[in-house]
Antibody
Framework: QVQLQESGPGLVRPSETLSLTCTVS????????WSWIRQPPGKELEWIGS????????NYNPSLKSRVTISVDTTSNQISLKLRSVTSADTAVYYC???????????????????WGQGTLVAVSS | DIQMTQSPSTLSASVGDRVTITCRAS??????LAWYQQKPGRGPKLLIF???NLESGVPSRFSGSGSGTEFTLTISSLQPDDFATYYC?????????FGQGTKLEIK
């Protein structure tokens, strides 16, 4: 079955860029929207942003928009997250997730998530 | 932003019990609500979307109801595999917020 696996450094220095990759196995990135969601310790899940596999549609949480880039590489079946200028407030478990979207003449994200990775903990500390 | 509040935060129950978790939205979200189950070390699993639609493969003992601002997730007869943390999520509008979670524990 389709599985998602996040990977990347577990420790990032303050002011640097957090970079994570999500690899899709057993399936394809095509025909879906892809999102990143995070959960700081003891806090609620927070949607970071979403992107269509073609790159034609992307949408970010306004609180993070100035620092975030999400991209999808269909050839390698990977979704990436870059979060710039991190602080300790960015310490969290980061999840990638699939949004199957709703398609008529155009496809739109649903913004609920039918498949998640197991998550990866990223700590921001000097 | 729409705030999502779940109750209770912790629920103790026994195998075979019927349990209900409540999720309240700070404003009208129509039926744009999802429920997830999460176990330690794993990502959330989608159970219910659009308030009452059961995701494929999810056991029929799970059901969801509600619209507007008040929603419930009901498990009709608890099984050992159901002890986990449950989250609601609104997808009516930015920023698609989640509730704080309800931890379902074995009594």
């Amino acid at each position: 079955q389709v599985q998602l696996q996040e990977s990347g450094p577990g420790l990032v220095r303050p002011s640097e860029t957090l970079s994570l990759t999500c690899t899709v196995s057993g399936g394809s990135t095509s025909s879906y929207f892809w999102s990143w969601i995070r959960q700081p310790p003891g806090k609620e899940l927070e949607w970071i942003g979403s992107m269509y596999y073609t790159g034609s549609t992307n949408n970010y949480n306004p609180s993070l928009k100035s620092r975030v880039t999400i991209s999808v590489d269909t050839t390698s079946n990977q979704i990436s997250l870059k979060l710039r200028s991190v602080t300790s407030a960015d310490t969290a478990v980061y999840y990638c997730a699939r949004d199957r979207g709703h398609c008529g003449d155009v496809c739109y994200p649903e913004y609920f998530f039918d498949l998640w990775g197991q998550g990866t903990l990223v700590a921001v500390s000097s | 932003d729409i705030q999502m509040t779940q109750s209770p935060s912790t629920l103790s129950a026994s195998v075979g019990d019927r349990v209900t978790i409540t999720c309240r939205a700070s404003q009208n979200i129509n039926s744009w609500l999802a429920w997830y189950q999460q176990k330690p070390g794993r990502g959330p699993k989608l159970l219910i979307f659009q308030a009452s639609n059961l995701e494929s493969g999810v056991p029929s003992r799970f059901s969801g109801s509600g619209s507007g601002t008040e929603f419930t997730l009901t498990i009709s007869s608890l099984q050992p595999d159901d002890f986990a943390t449950y989250y609601c999520q609104q997808y009516n509008s930015y920023t698609y917020n989640f509730g704080q979670g309800t931890k379902l524990e074995i009594k």
